[in-house]
């Protein structure tokens, strides 16, 4: 078994799709990682945003986010996968060092990130 690192990808599907194509689309990349032995951290749905540049005719994608644990040699097999799915506008993967996975961490419990602005609003009113 390799070693096990910390790993986030995003990944944006085109927005023609339905509501359960959107969602059978996520289920079948977050089967491909977990039937390659890949531990779930966490994920998100973003939704149907727009893009920062058209991307093959297309102004607005549906993203979604994973965060997990896997062995290295997964990667180059969710890449794979993504490529051969023509739903799939743009992918990401991305290798988290300690800083990230900690500061996941504490965004996850809410203490980073918007939560904290509206309190110094206040104080400064």
């Known amino acids: 078994m390799q070693f096990a690192k910390n790993y986030e990808t995003v990944f ?3 927005p023609v799709l339905s509501d359960v194509q959107m969602k059978d689309t996520v289920e079948k990349f977050r089967k491909v990682l977990v039937d390659n032995g890949a531990e779930m951290i966490h994920e998100e749905n973003w939704g149907l945003r727009k893009l920062a ?4 005719h297309k102004n607005t994608g549906f993203y979604q986010l994973f965060e997990f644990k896997a062995d ?3 990667i180059a097999t969710l890449e794979t996968e993504y ?5 799939v506008l743009r992918f990401l993967v991305i290798a988290l060092d300690k800083h990230a996975v900690d500061y996941n961490d504490r965004k996850r419990k809410g ?5 904290n602005q509206p309190q110094i ?5």
Request: charged share 35%.
């Open 83 to 87: 490529r051969r799915d023509e739903r």
């Open 121 to 125: 609003q206040e104080e400064q009113a």
């Open 72 to 74: 290295t040699q997964l």
């Open 111 to 115: 203490l980073v990130g918007r939560r």
């Open 53 to 56: 540049y058209p991307i093959g």
């Open 12 to 14: 944006i599907l085109t």
